[in-house]
């Protein structure tokens, strides 16, 4: 063992320059992998910890009318609920310098101090909440400071009034300071119609302020954020919660229940395609680092191994040469892994990425012990096992002409071209790309062919994946909305004659059909959900990938994502609640669902969602009066030359109705759901993932042609001496690159296509959504030119300087 170890000094003292260097690059690589491994970790987290951090409640509770008469109090005394944070709406908008609206979430105050500091607490960006007693402070979220231009201490104009729709005359104006930039949960990612505009918190002083000035009217709605005691279900509190409001007459009788579970989970689906793009990053780069960093272990060992003869002789086995060189090896591991580690940590600030940035409740350097301790440990197994070989090989031999691991081979595509009459630039580039060589000039062909074809791999594989996401994004139909336009009036309802007048406005319509908003429970489980009631021609409704539309109220259609959660498949029996009322409904279909939502409820989306008939949920709409009524008109158009006049036609004469109802829109004609939304605003990541891939293809060609330079300078000497040209050099590096190159894209290009196909299936699966791909045919035909130039762009200064070296100064140090 002593013998062991004094050969390892030596050999590390010896040879301390490249050793070094190894251990630099090991550092170096090892770091950026386990930075992007730490971060891939970090931002799946970091919307989970930003929900603990803040105390997320569980349920939002709204009563149709009020609550704050006692019925929130009596809420918190329920032995399910652990907390409750009341809130009202205020109406009051902000206003431009010359007067006008601005489109805006509500003005939200705690109506006793909770919401925001016990519950909910948001994440500050800079300054603070609105102190309770002070009207004259307000704080906005970090979507509203960027559209209002607001930042701490400047003056926000807000107009009240008293009631929901507010005149320019009667109006009362407001000047409230700006004391704070906040991000909520669900400013994050916005998925639900108030997240997606300015939210603005006020001060609780200043609704008692504006109700002794403007009266009760002042109240726009109120609600509670709820946290439920650990397992508890929320349709267990559901029930609770709508029998309570049989107490007190002033709710309205009817409370509406979100589970707030449902956005998060919208949020999180968000956020989980970045971070699984830096772990297949953290992945990628790790394989091509240990292919590159391992051949430069093995170099050094087989610059040690010169001596492996003498110390054979001297006495030393078989096994303690290989234990050397592994010892070797083992020592610069464990100190580049060190050094990786302290990398990482030091990059840990740039982390975590995308959405997941904002959410992040402790921003700043992070080690993530877990994943910097086994990322340690890995780096040191994996330099082990990929030296094992050559190490075995070294300390087998029993000569040095045994000890090159780079047998002599010959390229039989070399000898086709030679044979077939090819120039002798091309004869020779195929050679030397193919051929690695001997002695001290061998080079790591397989090492650089495989460490170049797996990043063409990941870029076909990314592009494939990001045509099918982009064909998704930009077909209604695929992500459940299979008609042409909606007519929303929010929180006005319609009787079925008011739709059929809206309706009837449309030229060339096909077919329309009406609906409600609502919510329903599902075995425990409260989902988003809209009722549909045929008007004119065929039922229009979300897309259906399996069965048919609900035709009786005892029928229903669920999302994927649903019939997965609880278990259940198209023709069988479930547990459905509607406004406190049990019923078995049956299955008859499953469908991808657009975006249904209003307020602060927790819309439908993709898989989430579930469509009954109209009647079922009338009763949870806001309308008071009696008989039918509906939320929403979906309306159908025609097929032909005429179809696109006719939308742009009834939509500018829908605008126009919406001015006389005092609404910015009220007809929607892209209702893509926030996963689809959420998609479109990180599509680029695939392409960014493709590009950072497709540069470290191009480094490991451009180690590999340099290290070519250097290596074969005798053999470009002497063929330069037998009247080799320098244009010939040259175009021997480009045979060369383009020969590596070609075949790196004849491996990595099916293969990726077939990877991202696959990929893009198990992803739609896990939506809910049809399986189908598409596969960009000309991109991945543009990327063979485009790889080749690439190539030879990065071989253009190596091969000048190849071509421009002196065979005498060359064969003389030789």
Not at 350 to 374: F, H
Request: glycine letters at 10%; hydrophobic letters at 50%; aromatic letters at 6%.
């Amino acid at each position: 063992m002593r013998a062991v170890l004094r050969l390892v000094a030596y050999e590390l003292l010896a040879r301390w320059r490249g050793w070094v260097l190894l251990g630099l690059l090991v550092g170096v690589a090892g770091g950026a992998v386990l930075t992007a491994a730490a971060g891939a970790r970090r931002t799946d987290s970091a919307y989970p910890r930003f929900l603990v951090a803040s105390r997320a409640a569980d349920v939002i509770v709204s009563p149709v009318n009020t609550g704050l008469g006692g019925y929130y109090r009596a809420l918190a005394q329920l032995p399910d609920v652990a907390a409750v944070a009341p809130i009202v709406g205020v109406n009051a908008i902000p206003l431009r310098p010359d007067g006008r609206s601005v489109t805006s979430g509500p003005v939200v105050v705690p109506a006793d101090g909770r919401f925001g500091r016990q519950l909910e607490i948001p994440k500050l960006l800079a300054g603070r909440l609105p102190r309770p007693d002070r009207p004259g402070e307000v704080a906005v979220s970090q979507i509203g400071a960027s559209s209002l231009h607001l930042h701490v201490g400047s003056t926000l104009v807000l107009g009240a009034c008293a009631g929901q729709v507010c005149n320019r005359a009667d109006s009362r104006r407001l000047s409230e300071r700006v004391v704070g930039i906040f991000v909520t949960r669900g400013s994050v990612v916005p998925v639900t119609d108030i997240d997606k505009v300015s939210e603005i918190f006020a001060s609780t002083a200043l609704f008692d302020q504006l109700v002794h000035q403007l009266g009760p009217g002042i109240r726009g709605f109120d609600g509670a954020y709820v946290k439920l005691r650990p397992g508890v279900s929320t349709e267990r509190f559901a029930r609770q919660a709508q029998a309570l409001v049989r107490q007190f007459p002033g709710t309205g009788g009817q409370v509406f229940v979100a589970d707030e579970a449902a956005q998060a989970a919208t949020i999180e689906r968000s956020i989980r395609p970045q971070a699984l793009a830096l772990a297949i990053f953290a992945l990628v780069l790790a394989v091509t680092a240990l292919l590159v960093v391992g051949y430069v272990a093995s170099r050094l060992l087989l610059s040690a191994s010169l001596d492996y003869p003498t110390l054979v002789a001297l006495g030393m086995t078989r096994g303690q040469l290989l234990a050397a060189g592994l010892g070797e090896v083992g020592v610069v591991a464990l100190a580049g892994a060190g050094a990786a580690t302290v990398a990482a940590v030091a990059a840990s600030p740039l982390m975590p990425i995308g959405a997941a940035r904002l959410a992040e409740p402790s921003p700043g350097v992070s080690a993530d012990m877990t994943v910097l301790a086994a990322g340690a440990a890995m780096i040191t197994v994996l330099m082990l096992v990929r030296t094992a070989w050559p190490a075995w090989r070294l300390a087998s031999a029993g000569h040095a002409g045994a000890l090159d691991p780079a047998a002599t081979r010959r390229s039989p595509a070399a000898r086709w071209l030679a044979g077939a009459g090819a120039p002798l630039t091309a004869v020779t580039g195929v050679r030397l790309a193919l051929e690695p060589g001997r002695g001290r000039s061998a080079m790591p062909v397989r090492s650089a062919l495989a460490g170049t074809a797996l990043p063409v791999l990941a870029v076909a594989a990314a592009f494939t994946f990001g045509a099918n996401l982009l064909h998704l994004v930009h077909s209604p139909r695929l992500y459940g909305q299979d008609w042409d336009a909606a007519i929303d009036l929010q929180f006005q309802a319609m009787t079925p004659q008011q739709a059929q007048q809206l309706a009837g406005r449309a030229a060339g319509l096909s077919s329309w059909s009406a609906g409600n908003h609502g919510t329903v429970a599902i075995n425990g489980q409260i989902v988003p959900a809209i009722g549909v009631a045929a008007g004119r021609g065929p039922l229009v409704s979300p897309t259906l990938l399996s069965g048919h539309p609900p035709r009786t109220g005892d029928q229903i259609v669920l999302g994927t994502s649903v019939l997965r959660r609880i278990g259940r498949t198209v023709g069988q029996m479930v547990t459905v609640t509607v406004s406190g009322h049990q019923q078995q409904d049956r299955i008859v279909g499953r469908a991808v669902f657009p975006n249904f939502g209003q307020g602060s409820f927790t819309p439908t989306d993709l898989g989430l969602g579930a469509e009954t008939t109209a009647a079922v949920l009338q009763p949870q709409a806001s309308f008071t009066g009696r008989g039918p009524h509906y939320d929403f008109v979906l309306l159908r158009f025609a097929p032909g030359p005429q179809r696109a006049t006719d939308i742009a036609s009834f939509t500018r004469s829908m605008a126009r109705f919406c001015r006389t109802v005092q609404q910015s829109t009220c007809l929607v004609t892209n209702q893509r759901p926030n996963g689809i939304t959420n998609y479109l605003a990180i599509d680029g990541t695939p392409e960014v993932l493709a590009v950072l891939l497709a540069g470290l293809g191009l480094a490991v060609f451009g180690q590999l042609i340099v290290m070519s330079g250097r290596r074969r300078r005798r053999d470009f000497a002497i063929m330069k001496a037998l009247g080799l040209l320098r244009r010939q050099v040259r175009w021997i590096t480009a045979w060369q690159m383009t020969t590596l190159t070609m075949l790196a894209l004849l491996i990595g290009l099916p293969l990726g296509i077939a990877l991202g196909r696959w990929a893009w299936a198990l992803f739609a699966t896990g939506l809910g959504i049809a399986g189908g791909t598409v596969t960009p045919v000309t991109i991945v035909l543009l990327m063979v030119p485009a790889a080749v130039l690439a190539a030879n762009a990065v071989a253009f200064w190596p091969a000048r300087k190849a071509a421009r070296l002196s065979p005498a100064e060359v064969l003389h140090a030789e």
